[in-house]
């Protein structure tokens, strides 16, 4: 199909936009259940008697799926439509939700993230997918900014709208709001989402679909157990060199396979190659900002769990704020100088986050956190275009499962080094002589705790930090 072929289709499209609003609720809840259950782990560690371990997996089991299901997804949506399976996720996730927040166990709790995620990862690949079939040239490149933003908003507003169900209801409220948004959605794509051609000659390639997952399970479990373990731990090292191997079984069977779960020629045109690498590095930084941020204000503010997702909106406005004008240089002026101008900017803010302190002041922050925001707004949506502006419709399904698995283990990458590396800075800078030996052990444990043991032992001034034990840097 043409580039003129598929804009006539895409232009009589009858309420694209609705279908895109619809989508986008859908993405603001898949982006607020990657943070939103964080603030409520205290609270899950006494109702549901949850151990460490079940701690972690209550987080993880969602990104875990999520990372299993990306590329299974595309390709299912290039051969059945991606129309009823969008549908089908959508109705998935919100039972599952439903599930989360009326388990009375850890194990069900669990079960319940794991299917979140699954259902998650179906749809993310095939709503971008949609965006090729319902929109094209300056539509479809405002699309991808608003199906980014969506994503990008519900992860700050997460931990903001946890933060305040916590307060006031209990635990399992956090789920819930996820129900009454996908019903809203539910209802208009099944009105407003045109059905897709299938492609029932395509083969799905289950062999290939268990070596991906497993490879980005692997890797992506290997990655979060990083930051806990560090890199040369067996807890890390295992997983990380499972997943090569499954990776390298991947592409051998990429290569040989006659319908394979990604045909290698997808990479041959320039846009999609670069695109696709520039999406992840973009990916892997905003994710590291939303990492870092919440944890530096918990250690130098006294605030509580609806503060903490607060100090994120600084970054999401710039972000939301410089999407359009990204939209209307590259009308004018094409891809590169957008994406350059993004990447110059948030080394820019890169360079002002290295130089903040305990001590630094909150103008200081905002700055730093604005400037990133305009970066990321500039940079990401617009490679995430540039990659999809290079298939057709018949290719999108995999074509965006390939993007969005490959900016999941960007942010995984990214969390887990950097998280590795500000855990070691600092406990290479703690000073714990004369502390118990109980209280050694929490302090060493995350900057977190060691907040909460120096403000016990010494009521501190906003804004101090646990500087009883550390040395501001």
């Known amino acids: 199909m043409t580039v003129e072929q598929r804009s006539l289709q895409s232009s009589a499209v009858p309420h694209r936009w609705a279908a895109l609003l619809a989508m986008a609720l859908v993405l603001v809840t898949i982006g607020m259940d990657l943070t939103v259950l964080n603030v409520a782990l205290p609270i899950l560690a006494v109702d549901l008697r949850a151990t ?26 290039d051969r059945f439509g991606p129309r009823p399976l969008i549908l089908g996720s959508t109705v998935v996730f919100g039972a ?8 009375g166990s850890t194990g069900l709790l669990i079960v ?30 405002r699309a991808v900014s608003a199906w980014t933003a969506a994503v990008a908003l519900g992860i ?33 794509l099944v009105v407003t989402l045109p ?33 806990d373990h560090g890199w040369t731990s067996a807890p890390t090292l295992v997983p990380l060199l499972v997943g090569v191997f499954l990776g390298v079984l991947l592409f ?9 779960l990604i045909e290698l020629d997808l990479f041959d045109p320039p846009q999609f190659r670069w695109g696709v690498i520039m999406a992840t590095v973009a990916s892997l930084i905003m994710m590291v900002t939303i990492y870092i941020v919440p944890q530096y204000a918990q250690v130098t503010t006294d605030t509580d769990a609806l503060g903490l997702g607060l100090r994120l909106l600084p970054l999401i406005g710039g972000l939301v704020l410089t999407v359009p004008l990204g939209e209307a240089v590259v009308r004018a002026r094409g891809y590169r100088l957008v994406v350059a101008t993004g990447f110059v900017v948030m080394a820019i803010a890169c360079g002002l986050a290295a130089t903040t302190t305990t001590g630094s002041g909150l103008a200081h922050f905002i700055a730093w956190n604005v400037i990133m925001g305009i970066g990321i707004g500039c940079a990401l949506p617009t490679c995430m275009d540039l990659a999809m502006s290079a298939l057709d419709a018949e290719r999108s399904g995999v074509g965006s499962a390939v993007v969005q698995s490959m900016r999941q283990l960007g942010g995984s990458f990214g969390v887990a080094t950097f998280g590795t590396v500000l855990t070691s800075a600092y406990r290479g800078h703690l000073h714990l002589d004369g502390l118990p030996t109980e209280m050694v052990d929490a302090v060493q444990s995350s900057p977190s705790l060691g907040a909460v043991v120096a403000a016990v032992r010494v009521p501190r001034e906003p804004g101090s930090g646990a500087s009883e034990f550390a040395d501001g840097r």
């Open 112 to 141: 319940g993230r794991a299917i979140l995620g699954a259902a998650a990862g179906v749809f993310m690949p095939l709503s971008m997918s949609m965006l090729a079939r319902l929109f094209s040239g300056e539509e479809r490149s």
């Open 195 to 227: 059905a897709t051609a299938a492609q029932p000659h395509l083969s799905v390639d289950l062999i290939g679909a268990v070596l991906a997952a497993g490879s980005l399970i692997a890797l992506t479990y290997g990655l979060i157990q990083s930051g």
């Open 52 to 77: 460490s371990s079940d701690l972690q997996w209550f987080v993880n089991a969602y990104s875990l799926t999520m990372a299993a299901s990306l590329l299974p997804a595309g390709r299912l949506g």
């Open 156 to 188: 700050p507003v997460g931990p903001v709208l946890g933060g305040f169900l916590v307060d006031h209801f209990w635990w399992g409220s956090v789920f819930l709001v996820n129900i009454p948004l996908c019903l809203v959605a539910l209802a208009c």
């Open 252 to 260: 051998a069977r990429l290569r040989r396979a006659p319908s394979p």
């Open 96 to 103: 599952a939700s439903a599930l989360c927040a009326w388990s």
